[in-house]
């Protein structure tokens, strides 16, 4: 029997538009419109030793899922009973220096940020590598803005928050190095309810 249905032609433009640019307020990712949190994080001198000297202040808009809660039969290290399990994609990142005169500047409505979907790294100085520590702001960042002010969004979570893992599933290479482009660098960790955020840490 003929084949009586026609096949549709695809229809390629001959300048297609980029993803991001048919999302109003995109930065070079089609979540960063839909962007909940920022973190911020801190390098340490030597990789995964939280003690060692820190170096730098790493801030990350993210877009977050939250996704279990710990019991006391499920904690481990850096996962502890009462956190929430919180995982998504980095937006777009900054690297900022370790001291500032404005603890929440990382908190500012006009951030300066310098990459897009992962995080700053440098082959000098290397990157935030896990486990890493340091705070979470979870609410409407279109409420931030100057002076930096936490409490910008009055139902905003603000407090601890600890990275366990960077780029799951796949790495940085390999289709890593496809997906990471597109809609951001995977980022899971646990929000810590029963710390305080500490903005002196900044």
């Known amino acids: 029997m003929p084949n009586i ?36 994080q801190f390098q340490n001198l030597i990789p995964g030793d939280l003690d060692s000297p820190r170096l730098w202040r790493h801030v990350f808009e993210c877009f977050l899922r939250r996704g279990n809660y710990i019991t006391a039969k499920e904690n481990s290290p850096g996962v502890d009973t009462g956190d929430f399990t919180y995982s998504g994609f980095i937006c777009r990142a900054s690297r900022l220096p370790l001291q500032s005169a404005d603890p929440l500047d990382w908190l500012s409505g006009s951030l300066p940020w310098q990459q897009d ?16 520590q340091g705070l979470i702001w979870l609410g409407d960042l279109s409420r931030l803005s100057d002076p930096p002010d936490s ?30 482009p597109l809609v951001g660098e995977r980022i899971y960790g646990t929000m810590k309810l029963h710390q305080l955020p500490d903005a002196s840490a900044a």
């Open 117 to 132: 979907n992962v995080r700053v790294a440098t082959s000098a100085e290397g990157t935030v590598q896990v486990p890493c």
């Open 5 to 40: 249905w026609p096949s549709p032609a695809l229809q390629v433009p001959s300048n297609p538009v980029p993803l991001q640019a048919t999302i109003p307020g995109a930065s070079g990712n089609p979540l960063s419109p839909y962007a909940n949190a920022r973190l911020l």
């Open 151 to 180: 409490e910008a969004d009055p139902r905003r979570i603000y407090t601890a928050f600890e990275v366990i893992e960077f780029g799951a599933y796949y790495g940085s290479g390999g289709i890593g190095a496809i997906t990471q």
